[in-house]
């Protein structure tokens, strides 16, 4: 007996799940809260003119190193632009308490479990023409 596997679709509640969780293992200490959001093989590319992070354990160290740690203060606010099938494209705006503030588009493209095997960010901020 063969058992037929279907894939689910995501929807925008999933998405708006998971952009949560996103930002509360940003805020959070540590990397250990990113094996709930991404596949151990994700593909993360911080920047459309970046190479690709390659693996879980990659994207825990470019994470440390770029984020300010628990005590970073900013506000997030997301809204998702678009939804098919697995993937989804989520606008995000940011501001930094003792930074410039970031406008975001995601592309994030999901796993059957609900983690994000891609991630592609579009990030802008008033002053950059490429985020970086």
Do not use: Q
């Amino acid at each position: 007996m063969t058992v037929e596997r279907h894939r689910r679709a995501i929807d925008r509640a999933m998405v708006n799940r998971w952009v949560a969780g996103y930002e509360d293992a940003w805020r959070s200490e540590g990397t250990d809260r990113l094996a709930a959001l991404f596949t151990d093989d994700v593909t993360y590319r911080a920047s459309p003119w970046r190479e690709p992070i390659h693996g879980i354990v990659a994207l825990g160290g470019f994470w440390e190193a770029e984020r300010d740690g628990p005590d970073e203060v900013f506000m997030m606010s997301s809204a998702v632009v678009a939804v098919d099938s697995m993937t989804a494209v989520v606008r995000v705006e940011v501001d930094y308490e003792h930074s410039r503030p970031w406008r975001d588009l995601w592309v994030l493209r999901f796993a059957e479990d609900g983690r994000v095997a891609a991630f592609e960010e579009w990030p802008f901020a008033p002053d950059t023409l490429d985020g970086h």
